[in-house]
T-cell receptor
Framework: DAEITQSPRHKITETGRQVTLACHQT?????MFWYRQDLGHGLRLIHY???????NKGEVSDGYSVSRSNTEDLPLTLESAASSQTSVYFC?????????????FGPGTRLLVL | QKEVEQDPGPLSVPEGAIVSLNCTYS??????FMWYRQYSRKGPELLMY????GNKEDGRFTAQVDKSSKYISLFIRDSQPSDSATYLC???????????FGTGTSLTVIP
């Protein structure tokens, strides 16, 4: 079955360190998204990509970057981790046609920045 | 004003009750409406999907969209303890690929 996987599932890091969160989908979807989820804020869009070599900033993109070198993967990098980036991170994808109108989510990565 | 507003709850009901969850929105361009269920420490999973106005039923779940009022609802009949989760509404316009989410309503069904 097609799925989205994220790794690591849990991560503890220190302020100032670079961190990369992996996202891999086997849906063959063009569109991929990164969100962070915090109490009281719901899901907030960090970055998104509509295809290989395409990346776009979301509403909370400062301090984050992404790159899209193939269809399956969209890694999220925290350039210099800050305590404010402690959160749960979700990757999602959506496809073409009817599948474009729904998003499928990964299991999430819990990140703690000390 | 946020694009999508959702009462965060928490909502606590006895087993067997009918649950009503709601979202309002401001963007009249939204055409696709979704409900996601998120269990604790898990990713959101798609529960219901509706295009434009009207009702959609799937087992104990019914999704309603009233575009004239910019209001969507999810009804859960004969609620079960396994329905205890956070429910997020989401919306999308015809153009573009961005989705807009409510903040989620936390539901607990008490046995």
């Amino acid at each position: 079955d097609a799925e989205i996987t994220q790794s690591p599932r849990h991560k503890i890091t220190e302020t100032g360190r670079q961190v990369t969160l992996a996202c891999h989908q086997t849906w063959n979807h063009n569109n991929m998204f990164w969100y962070r989820q915090d109490l009281g804020h719901g899901l907030r869009l960090i970055h998104y990509s509509y295809g290989v070599q395409d990346t776009n900033k979301g509403e909370v993109s400062d301090g984050y970057s992404v790159s899209r070198s193939n269809t399956e993967d969209l890694p999220l990098t925290l350039e210099s981790a800050a305590s404010s980036q402690t959160s749960v991170y979700f990757c999602a994808s959506s496809g073409r046609g009817l599948e474009q109108e729904t998003q499928y989510f990964g299991p999430g990565t819990r990140l703690l920045v000390l | 004003q946020k694009e999508v507003e959702q009462d965060p709850g928490p909502l606590s009901v006895p087993e067997g009750a009918i649950v009503s969850l709601n979202c309002t929105y401001s963007n009249s361009a939204f055409q696709y409406f979704m409900w996601y269920r998120q269990y604790s420490r898990k990713g959101p999973e798609l529960l219901m999907y509706t295009y434009s106005s009207g009702n959609k039923e799937d087992g104990r779940f019914t999704a309603q969209v009233d575009k004239s009022s910019k209001y969507i609802s999810l009804f859960i009949r004969d609620s079960q303890p396994s329905d205890s989760a956070t429910y997020l509404c989401a919306m999308k316009a015809n153009t573009g690929n961005q989705f807009y989410f409510g903040t989620g309503t936390s539901l607990t069904v008490i046995p």
